[in-house]
């Protein structure tokens, strides 16, 4: 009888395995479903009316190392193209086609270099690792993934950027484009990741196709009349500003004096009187 239990259940499970072999199934156990896609990613994706190609440029014979990473990539596209047939997922190796090879190239895939240990020496090797994404004419390209740990955000980003209709803009007031990043590296981050879903510009004047305008206070800069007046304007159109603003200015020798930067007549629009704190936000 009880060879006869064991015959049933090995039975039941090839029945299983026939049934279940035209579906591709997988269970995420792991900690905050690391292998599922976001809602917001999913809802993104929902939404794509075109077909959007997501192209991996790898080398076959990565380092060994790269290998857990390499799938954990693939893995995470197949997740894209299955949520959507509108994606179109490719697997190419650069180095077995002199085709790939010149796209690598001119879309700005590099070569890596990764040196490991083998056979007791360090062996140096060549590979490619990026992601092209294109929708239309349009590209976003990542030379290197280094981890998986934000790369779900940066496609979504990309997708999003590639295939918005509104081609949204945020424009960056009392701040220039040639900022010093070892200074500015909060500017500098801040403006990488606008970059990633925006069209992010530099500018002096606020323009009608702004979705949102962010204003510093360089503790420089001095608004005139004309410019405040810009500002309430496209405030009263219905504009999104971000402010940020100090409450006082230091000078180089660590004194203290009064902001000058005059924006204290916008603020006074909307009954803020004394600033009390460094970022104001105002839509």
């Given at each position: 009888m009880?060879?006869?239990?064991?015959?049933?259940i090995?039975?039941l499970?090839f029945?299983?395995?026939?049934?279940?072999?035209?579906?591709?199934l997988?269970?995420d156990?792991?900690?905050?479903?690391?292998?599922?896609?976001s809602s917001?990613?999913k809802?993104i994706?929902?939404?794509?009316?075109?077909?959007?190609?997501?192209k991996f440029?790898?080398?076959s014979?990565i380092?060994?190392k790269?290998i857990?990473l390499?799938?954990?990539?693939i893995?995470?596209l197949?997740?894209?193209?299955?949520?959507?047939?509108?994606?179109d997922l490719?697997?190419?190796d650069?180095?077995?086609?002199?085709k790939?090879?010149?796209?690598a190239?001119?879309v700005?895939?590099p070569?890596?270099?990764?040196?490991?240990?083998?056979?007791?020496?360090?062996?140096l090797?060549?590979?490619y690792?990026?992601?092209l994404i294109?929708?239309?004419?349009?590209?976003?390209?990542?030379?290197?993934v280094?981890?998986?740990?934000s790369?779900?955000?940066?496609l979504?980003?990309?997708?999003?950027?590639l295939?918005?209709?509104d081609?949204?803009?945020?424009?960056i007031?009392?701040?220039?484009?040639?900022f010093n990043p070892?200074t500015?590296?909060?500017l500098a981050?801040?403006?990488?990741?606008?970059r990633q879903?925006f069209?992010?510009?530099?500018?002096?004047?606020i323009?009608?196709?702004a979705?949102?305008?962010?204003i510093?206070d360089?503790?420089q800069?001095?608004?005139?009349?004309?410019?405040?007046?810009?500002?309430k304007?496209?405030?009263?159109?219905g504009?999104k500003?971000i402010?940020?603003v100090?409450?006082?200015?230091?000078?180089d020798?660590?004194?203290?004096?009064?902001?000058?930067n005059?924006?204290?007549?916008?603020?006074?629009d909307?009954?803020?009187?004394?600033l009390?704190?460094f970022l104001?936000s105002?839509s």
């Amino acid at each position: 009888m009880k060879k006869l239990g064991g015959v049933f259940i090995i039975g039941l499970f090839f029945l299983f395995n026939l049934l279940l072999s035209p579906f591709s199934l997988r269970m995420d156990f792991s900690k905050n479903k690391a292998y599922n896609l976001s809602s917001s990613t999913k809802k993104i994706l929902n939404k794509l009316e075109k077909p959007i190609t997501m192209k991996f440029f790898v080398s076959s014979d990565i380092p060994t190392k790269l290998i857990p990473l390499k799938n954990a990539v693939i893995d995470l596209l197949n997740e894209y193209k299955k949520q959507n047939n509108k994606v179109d997922l490719k697997i190419v190796d650069p180095k077995n086609d002199n085709k790939t090879l010149d796209e690598a190239k001119s879309v700005g895939i590099p070569e890596l270099q990764f040196s490991q240990l083998e056979k007791d020496k360090y062996a140096l090797s060549k590979v490619y690792f990026g992601i092209l994404i294109s929708y239309q004419d349009k590209k976003e390209v990542f030379s290197q993934v280094s981890d998986t740990a934000s790369l779900e955000y940066n496609l979504t980003a990309a997708i999003y950027k590639l295939s918005n209709k509104d081609n949204a803009k945020v424009e960056i007031i009392g701040q220039s484009e040639t900022f010093n990043p070892n200074t500015d590296d909060q500017l500098a981050s801040l403006t990488k990741v606008l970059r990633q879903q925006f069209e992010v510009v530099f500018t002096d004047k606020i323009s009608d196709s702004a979705k949102t305008v962010l204003i510093f206070d360089n503790n420089q800069k001095i608004y005139s009349d004309e410019e405040t007046n810009s500002i309430k304007k496209y405030l009263n159109n219905g504009g999104k500003v971000i402010f940020f603003v100090d409450g006082i200015w230091v000078e180089d020798n660590f004194t203290t004096q009064p902001t000058k930067n005059n924006l204290e007549k916008v603020f006074r629009d909307y009954g803020i009187v004394r600033l009390a704190i460094f970022l104001t936000s105002i839509s």
